[in-house]
T-cell receptor, first 112, second 117 residues
Framework: SQQGEEDPQALSIQEGENATMNCSYK?????LQWYRQNSGRGLVHLILIRSNEREKHSGRLRVTLDTSKKSSSLLITASRAADTASYFCATASGGGADGLTFGKGTHLIIQP | GAVVSQHPSWVICKSGTSVKIECRSL??????MFWYRQFPKQSLMLMATSNEGSKATYEQGVEKDKFLINHASLTLSTLTVTSAHPEDSSFYIC?????????????FGEGSRLTVL
C-alpha cells in the first residue's frame, strides 16, 4: 500500500517562483527521501532526512520533517524550467534491508 | 554516486512471450536489489526484494511465478516477465543497495519500458 501521499498532485508555477510540495505518511520511519523523475526516466535522489532531523538544505532545496504530524515538505527556491519533473517522497521503515515506499508524486511544471 | 544499469531500456513483445530485464550494479556490489513497477502517471510500487544467492521476497499481490527474479551475483539481478500480456505493459525500475561503502544508499536504474502487444 502507498505510504506517502503528496500534495498537490500537480503544480504549475512561473520560472523564478518557489515551489512547495508536501508529503504525508502513515507509519513510523527511519528516514524520508525525495526523488525527482523526468518523464520516462529513472529516479534521481535529491535529499534524505532522518527521523531525528527537522530540516535539511541542499542547494536550492529545503526539506522539513515533522514526525509528530507524519509529514514532510520539499521547497524548491528560484525555480528553473529544468526543474519540471515529477517529485516523489519515499519512506524507509526497516533497518536497511527494506525497499522504499513511494508516494503518488507531484508533477511540477515550471513555465518559462 | 554509484551507477545501476538496466537493459533493455525498452522492449516490445507479443502477448504470450517472456521478457527478461537485467539490472546491474556497475561499480559496486549490491547486497540487495529491489524491483519496482510504475504505470503511467502513477507512483512506483515495490514488487520484490532480492538478496544475492537467496529467493526473492515478493510483495503482496505480486505473482512470483509471473515475475521471476534471479539474483545470481552481487552485481546482477534479472526480472523475467513470463507469458507477458498487455496488462503487464509498464515501466520497470530496479534499485540496488550496498551497505558498507555507500552506507545503504539506494541507487536506481534508468528503467525498462515494456510494451506487450
Amino acid at each position: 500500500s502507498q505510504q506517502g501521499e503528496e500534495d498537490p498532485q500537480a503544480l504549475s508555477i512561473q520560472e523564478g517562483e518557489n515551489a512547495t510540495m508536501n508529503c504525508s505518511y502513515k507509519t513510523s520511519i527511519n528516514n524520508l527521501q525525495w526523488y525527482r523523475q523526468n518523464s520516462g526516466r529513472g529516479l534521481v535522489h535529491l535529499i534524505l532526512i532522518r527521523s531525528n532531523e527537522r530540516e535539511k538544505h541542499s542547494g536550492r532545496l529545503r526539506v522539513t520533517l515533522d514526525t509528530s504530524k507524519k509529514s514532510s515538505s520539499l521547497l524548491i527556491t528560484a525555480s528553473r524550467a529544468a526543474d519540471t519533473a515529477s517529485y516523489f517522497c519515499a519512506t524507509a521503515s526497516g533497518g536497511g534491508a527494506d525497499g522504499l515506499t513511494f508516494g503518488k508524486g507531484t508533477h511540477l511544471i515550471i513555465q518559462p | 554516486g554509484a551507477v545501476v544499469s538496466q537493459h533493455p531500456s525498452w522492449v516490445i513483445c507479443k502477448s504470450g512471450t517472456s521478457v527478461k530485464i537485467e539490472c546491474r550494479s556497475l561499480d559496486f556490489q549490491a547486497t540487495t536489489m529491489f524491483w519496482y513497477r510504475q504505470f503511467p502517471k502513477q507512483s512506483l510500487m515495490l514488487m520484490a526484494t532480492s538478496n544475492e544467492g537467496s529467493k526473492a521476497t515478493y510483495e503482496q499481490g505480486v505473482e512470483k511465478d509471473k515475475f521471476l527474479i534471479n539474483h545470481a551475483s552481487l552485481t546482477l539481478s534479472t526480472l523475467t516477465v513470463t507469458s507477458a500480456h498487455p496488462e503487464d505493459s509498464s515501466f520497470y525500475i530496479c534499485s540496488a543497495r550496498e551497505l558498507v561503502v555507500y552506507a545503504g544508499e539506494l541507487f536506481f536504474g534508468e528503467g525498462s519500458r515494456l510494451t506487450v502487444l
